[in-house]
């Protein structure tokens, strides 16, 4: 295949919206887009998404990239998707099928946060079969199978007519060349694939109680893997092209989840991925540690064979809400109402708002000190990683009754430290099972702020690490279109050449590393006595 032009497009879905970065040869973002999308949320655990709203929304917003960088879609070598780990359910045809209770069918996502599906993910952990190995001893509620038996068992008719059943990355891959191959990223992290052997398990699915998925030669969940980067199809169809805005035949490689494009897109700084940990920071956040050998860590997600990058293993962790939990926590205050409506007039987000004046208020001490005797667990949606507990709550202590914007920036810091201290828990559970790191390579909205990324570096006692990317995320999926064009040989060299460091954050080190050492005590006590408290 040829090397087409001199540019190349990703797409990255998340849970709010779908954006498009069109991306020079050098790693230099000419122009970006984003469309919002829509999303249902009902009885606090369930969310479901539409997969026509949301190839609209990439469609618009890579036309609206192009545009805006004015280039032609012929100078486009490749294109890359990543999208969030939720679950797309086809009929035949690909026609969407509800998937839950309202019955309409353009709801047919469940999505990535939606913990329908705890009773049965219980249930296949307490099979113990060996393939739960592969994801950290436990499976999640947020991952495929689980919600797949939630399927079979509360809407056995939905079930049974599906055609298909995607990773939206590979949903969105199918839809743009017409080919179901489904990316190693996606079944091997989320539906338990076993890369490194290259199969299923049949015995898997035979316990858990899906077997039928099995006997059809897993049909309906793929039989066809390629590895991210790898060219799908012929390229785009002439339909997809035209919907795009972009030309028939325009390389697509194999997608990621949108975390590992966050890690495709930074790990790489420096050549050595292995000494460098990703930390992709958003409504969720994800930790992604490389490997040259297995490395096996209980709670943590993985070991993984080419889930992100092709060759190498991978360890996934993370916090089921992290930018989410902030906004959440922020909230529960009384000042919370006028916050939001200064961040408007100021055209900030209420978390910037929020930083800015923790910033101003630090008066050239470290920010910790805002939140004196203030102490969150921000896990609301409970502990993805390393305790792999869906059950888990948050907890807060030492909150008065104080109602001014003091008190809330106050709140905010200490959430922010919260957050750092799961990230701690997370390195340190990975470095006693053999994985050292040196850096964290930081990238998502969450993280943008400089004040963020300060009190990140000290509360996780590791250098934050910056990539001169602003948009890892979308450079990560670009990453996945320049391979598959050929434009590189391998995603390796593509990461080495296009992912440079921007800035480095290191710890302050000293007496703030004291203070931050002995809060982090506190929080471990802190989970410890919520997860007790959740008996009662």
Known sequence: MAIRGSYFIGVDVGTGSARAGIFNRDGDMLASARHDIGLWREHGILAEQSSSDIWRAVCAATREALALSGIRADEVAGLGFDATCSLVVLGEGGAPLAVGSSE??????????????????????????????????????????????????????????????????????????????????????????????????????DAVGLGVLADESFSRIGQNMRTPGTPLGQGLT?????????????????????????????????????????????????????????????????????????????????????????????????????????????????GNYLANLASGSAKGADPIALAKGLHVVPEFLGNRAPLADPFARAVISGLGMERDMESLVALYVAGLAGIGYGL????????????????????????????????????????IVVTKAEEPVLLGAAILGAVASRSFPT??????????????????????????????????????????????
């Open 424 to 463: 701690r828990q997370i390195i340190e559970t990975q470095q006693q099972a053999g994985i050292d790191i040196e850096n964290v390579v930081l990238s998502g909205g969450a993280g943008q702020h400089d004040l963020v990324r300060h009190m990140l570096a000290n509360a996780c006692d590791k250098p």
């Open 491 to 536: 995603v390796a060299s593509a990461m080495a050449q296009l992912s440079r460091i921007g800035s480095t954050i290191p710890p302050t080190g000293g007496k703030v590393a004291r203070i931050h050492q002995t809060r982090y005590q506190g929080f471990k006590q802190l989970q410890s006595l919520g997860r007790e408290l959740q008996e009662i």
């Open 238 to 350: 002439p339909q997809a092209a035209a919907e795009l805005g972009l030309s028939p035949g325009t390389p697509v490689g194999a997608g990621l989840i949108d975390a590992h494009a966050g890690g495709i897109g930074t790990v790489g700084i420096g050549g050595d991925p292995t000494v460098n940990l990703g930390y992709i920071f958003g409504t969720s956040s994800c930790t992604m540690a490389t490997t040259a050998q297995p490395v096996f860590v209980p709670g943590v997600w993985g070991p993984y064979f080419s889930a992100m990058v092709p060759g190498v293993w991978l360890n996934e962790g993370g916090q089921s809400a992290a930018g989410a939990a902030i906004d959440q926590l922020i909230s529960f205050h009384p000042a919370s109402e006028q916050a939001r409506r200064n961040a408007e007039a100021e055209h900030l987000s209420v």
């Open 104 to 205: 309409d069918p353009e709801r047919n996502i469940i999505v990535w946060m939606d913990h329908r599906a705890t009773e049965q993910a219980q249930r296949i952990n307490a099979t113990g079969h060996p393939v739960l190995n592969y994801v950290g001893g436990s499976i999640s509620p947020e991952m495929e199978t689980p919600k797949l038996l939630w399927l079979k068992e509360n809407r056995p008719h939905i079930f049974d007519a599906a055609w298909q059943f995607f990773d939206l990355t590979d949903f969105l891959t199918w839809k743009a060349t017409d080919d179901l191959a489904r990316s190693t990223c996606t079944v091997t992290c989320k539906w338990t694939y076993l890369a490194h052997e290259e199969r299923w398990d049949p015995s898997y699915f």
